[in-house]
């Protein structure tokens, strides 16, 4: 068993469980302004809950430039919500909720919907292993097999396994299969 996080959700307890909405408790600090990583349709911002550091996975609005496509993006990112709350394995980053991501667009201030999970200290498991040439990768990857084979057998098909910030994704792309 590999966890990356470690993280317990239960260190959280001064947030209300009764609220996934977590934007009053987060604390953006002026040293994590820019994003921490990139991906092809959302930026991660380091952010911190009364001390702990968590992750704002915030969507980019590429494109969305009437209100039908903004619906459309928050369909989306509701969807995501739905599945991913409902996921709990050691493998798998674990949601803790959403916000309203403050941003200034083009079109004046504005707030994103944003996802929210634990900020995962060691990086992607790229790279972790990038800078820890020596440690043994067959754990790592059975710790992503298992992490997938729980999804899959929740219906749930991941569509970006690349290594970009989830602990599961990592190396799929160069694994070989006999």
């Not at 470690?6 to 009053?24: C, I, K, Q, W, Y």
Request: proline share 4%; net charge positive.
């Amino acid at each position: 068993m590999v966890a990356f996080s470690g993280f317990d959700a239960r260190r959280l307890n001064h947030v209300p469980d009764s609220t996934l909405d977590l934007t009053n408790n987060i604390i953006y600090r002026d040293e994590y302004r820019h994003p921490a990583a990139e991906g092809g349709q959302s930026d991660i911002y380091r952010a911190d809950i009364h001390g702990i550091p968590i992750a704002v996975k915030v969507m980019r609005e590429i494109g969305v430039d009437s209100d039908q496509l903004r619906g459309r993006l928050a369909q989306k990112i509701a969807r995501e919500m739905k599945v991913w709350s409902k996921v709990t394995h050691e493998n798998v980053l674990a949601f803790l909720g959403f916000c309203f991501f403050p941003n200034i667009s083009h079109t004046g201030s504005s707030a994103q919907l944003s996802l929210v999970s634990p900020w995962m200290k060691n990086g992607t498991a790229v790279q972790f292993a990038r800078a820890n040439p020596t440690v043994d990768r067959l754990p790592i990857i059975r710790g992503v097999v298992d992490g997938l084979r729980h999804l899959h057998e929740k219906n749930i098909v991941h569509g970006d396994i690349k290594g970009v910030y989830k602990p599961l994704d990592l190396w799929l792309s160069t694994l070989r299969f006999a």
